[in-house]
């Protein structure tokens, strides 16, 4: 049922528009004096800051805690390069790092420090975990894969039909559940395993003969996809039931792309990114379309990808001859509320939000800086007169993020209210009452006056009169209620108006014998 649901939430996402990213900004956080491809990289989930990364040929596992800004090496045990990484999906801040060697390394800081942990025989390719923060998987290069169910502290062989594996993911939310498929370039079988890695499977077959690089699970029960770096063929596959069938899922990569990564952003259980020899690539509805993110990177081949998610989001990628790029674009993820008049008070959330120095937020091209407040994952900002409808979007010195919708709605009209007291058209032998409603608009604004009536029975709709500016009206209550002994007046205006009742007493032998006036309660 779960897979079911995100499916069918996937398909209803819009995807981002390539506009929205053209602009995207990214600054250098490469490892001094490293020239070795970065074949693999970390960043924790949540975080901004502690990332490690895997150099080619590199004896030497490199990690930051503050960004990429400094990094610290920490040597492998056996004196053989760093081949592969793998983030705890349900401990915060664990690692693990495997070397040529097969040794394995945990650390449970984010890469701040790491230890040995174990050693299995086979020649190793590729690891994860699973959701079971116990569960790791690693396959070889043999007729063989190696499993943990004590966190990397020991592995246990079995037998297997995988070959030249090094594409492995674990199920982020179904424990014991892994992925995997063949490095060989034949017609390439998805293997699965229900187990935590002691049973295989093949689940489904890819439609063309591809050479698999990378497999990337989404949360929540979502879609599985395979990366390939098989030219002529499409750049990435996707599977919807969980590896039993596979379609091609490449639309928005150029023509004869290669990805080598893939990563899935805890931000949200549809955005996923692709490290590709066209550069980088995201797509915000599971996989099904794609969009090119690498505004200012240089043209290079990205060989690996990491994105942190959380309200702090960050996406690290990793270039064949040794670069480090962090994404640093504002990225929006919602509006609250999505609808309102000018000057009412919006919050939008994201990440890469900045602060207000040289930043400003646009409704569909309005551009105002009066907010009430602003921090790098939230802004409250008022709604500017003359906004229209559309896409709102934040810019900051770093680029301009994508746009969330917000219609502007016609605000309730301000409605002023007077209250007069009882009067008289009664009508005697003796005599017979006059009673005036006289409105008065001392405003440079036309004003729409609504008039009803009183009587203890129900209200009775008076006149609508039409001040024009700076003028007076007086209005007869017996023109519509006539030889009534006691009526009260509402004076209702959508401009400041000032109300006021006059009454009189006719006589046969005197008019207007006597006069009274009082003037109205307003509210």
């Not at 664990?94 to 945990?106: G, H, K, P, Q």
């Not at 006539?482 to 959508?494: E, G, L």
């Amino acid at each position: 049922m779960a897979l079911a649901i995100l499916v069918a939430a996937c398909a209803t996402v819009t995807p981002v528009g390539q506009a929205a990213y053209e602009q995207a900004h990214w600054v250098e956080r490469s490892i001094p004096g490293v020239a070795g491809g970065i074949i693999d990289i970390q960043v924790q989930a949540g975080t901004t800051e502690r990332v490690t990364a895997v150099v080619s040929v590199s004896n030497n596992l490199y990690s930051s805690q503050n960004g990429g800004t400094t990094w610290t090496p920490t040597p492998s045990t056996s004196g053989t390069p760093f081949l592969a990484l793998a983030e705890s999906k349900s401990i915060p801040g664990e690692f693990f790092a495997l070397d040529s060697n097969v040794d394995t390394y945990r650390s449970s800081n984010g890469g701040g420090s790491w230890s040995l942990t174990s050693t299995f025989a086979s020649p190793g390719f590729s690891f994860d975990t699973g959701s079971d923060p116990d569960s790791l998987v690693a396959t070889t290069s043999l007729a063989a894969t190696w499993y943990s169910n004590d966190r990397a502290s020991s592995w246990i062989s079995v037998a297997s039909p995988l070959v030249n594996s090094e594409a492995v993911a674990g199920d982020p939310d179904t424990a014991d559940v892994f992925y995997a498929a063949e490095q060989a370039p034949l017609t390439a079988p998805v293997f699965r395993s229900d187990d935590g890695g002691q049973n295989w499977v093949v689940c489904g077959v890819f439609p063309n003969a591809v050479h698999v690089t990378s497999i990337s699970v989404f949360p929540y029960g979502g879609p599985v996809l395979a990366a390939t770096d098989t030219l002529a063929v499409d750049a990435l596959y996707r599977s919807n039931d969980g590896g039993l069938s596979w379609t091609a899922s490449a639309t928005g990569f150029p023509p004869g792309t290669r990805v080598f990564s893939l990563a899935v952003s805890g931000l949200s259980p549809y955005i996923a990114y692709a490290a590709t020899d066209s550069g980088i690539f995201a797509s915000y509805d599971c996989g099904t379309s794609w969009s090119d993110i690498s505004g200012d990177l240089p043209s290079k081949t990205y060989r690996s990808v990491s994105a942190s998610g959380g309200q702090l989001g960050a996406v690290f990628v990793g270039t064949d001859d040794g670069k480090i790029y962090r994404s640093i674009s504002p990225f929006l993820t919602g509006i609250d509320p999505d609808s309102g008049s000018t000057g009412d008070l919006v919050t939008l959330s994201g990440v890469n939000l900045g602060s207000r120095a040289g930043s400003h937020v646009s409704f569909a091209g309005i551009d105002t800086t009066d907010c009430a407040s602003w921090s790098d994952d939230r802004i409250e900002v008022y709604v500017p007169e003359g906004a229209q409808s559309g896409g709102v979007t934040v810019t900051t010195p770093e680029g301009r993020s994508n746009a969330v919708d917000f219609t502007i709605t016609s605000p309730e009209p301000t409605l002023y209210n007077w209250y007069l007291a009882e009067g008289s058209t009664g009508i005697s032998e003796e005599g017979n009452f006059e009673t005036w409603v006289l409105v008065q608009n001392p405003g440079d604004q036309s004003a729409d006056v609504e008039i009803t009536y009183m009587t203890g029975e129900e209200p009775v709709d008076g006149p609508v009169p039409e001040l024009d500016p700076n003028t007076r009206q007086s209005v007869n209550v017996a023109d519509t209620l006539d030889n009534v002994w006691s009526v009260s007046t509402k004076v209702t205006s959508n401009q400041p108006v000032i109300a006021e009742r006059s009454m009189y007493w006719n006589t046969p032998g005197v008019y207007r014998q006597a006069a009274h006036d009082s003037i109205g309660v307003s509210q």
